[in-house]
């Protein structure tokens, strides 16, 4: 199985916490990514952009007028029987040392709270991700949190 196809099957089991792919949107937006991860075993993938990609998604444009730099998570996913073995962890905090290796100033991603996610919401906050913003999407009947980690060097607490 190649990573187009681990992707595909992977987003197929998340598809209702994500937008649908078919092979040819899957290799175009690996194409543009930033970083396209799938896991050894293939039981997890991570797919993220920067500001030099070139993205149709409302949630992506909804970053790029607001960030000059920045990475964006379109989408994380773990295979059901793969959930609790921190690969989404370990995927975004290899993407996180990534990102701060090249100068990026902040992470970004979305998550779905209505219908709500309270596990990625969880997930994220422990990650030190923090809600900048809310939209509706139309298209999708959905409303997101949009959330943001900075990677900006943080002063010691004193």
């Keep these: 199985m190649n990573d187009v196809d681990a992707i595909l099957t992977l987003n197929r089991e998340s598809e209702a916490l994500l937008s649908p792919?078919?092979?040819?949107s899957t290799q175009?937006?690996?194409?543009t990514a930033y970083c396209a991860w799938v896991t050894p075993e293939r039981d997890a993938m991570l797919i993220a952009l920067n500001e030099k990609s070139t993205y149709a998604s409302p949630n992506f444009k909804w970053f790029s007028q607001r960030y000059e730099r920045f990475i964006y998570v379109d989408r994380v996913?773990?295979?059901?029987?793969?959930?609790?073995?921190?690969?989404a962890r370990a995927l975004y905090e290899r993407l996180i040392g990534q990102a701060r290796a090249d100068?990026?100033?902040?992470?970004?991603?979305?998550?779905y709270y209505d219908p709500p996610n309270p596990a990625s919401d969880a997930f994220h906050e422990s990650m030190g991700f923090v809600e900048i913003g809310r939209a509706y999407?139309?298209?999708?009947?959905?409303?997101?949190?949009?959330?943001?980690?900075?990677?900006?060097?943080?002063p010691p607490e004193s």
């Design 103 to 111: 100068g990026y100033p902040v992470v970004c991603a979305e998550i």
């Design 28 to 31: 175009a937006l690996i194409d």
């Design 21 to 24: 792919l078919d092979p040819d």
């Design 77 to 87: 996913v773990v295979a059901e029987s793969a959930r609790g073995r921190g690969l």
């Design 137 to 154: 999407l139309d298209d999708r009947g959905k409303s997101v949190r949009y959330i943001v980690r900075s990677l900006e060097a943080q």
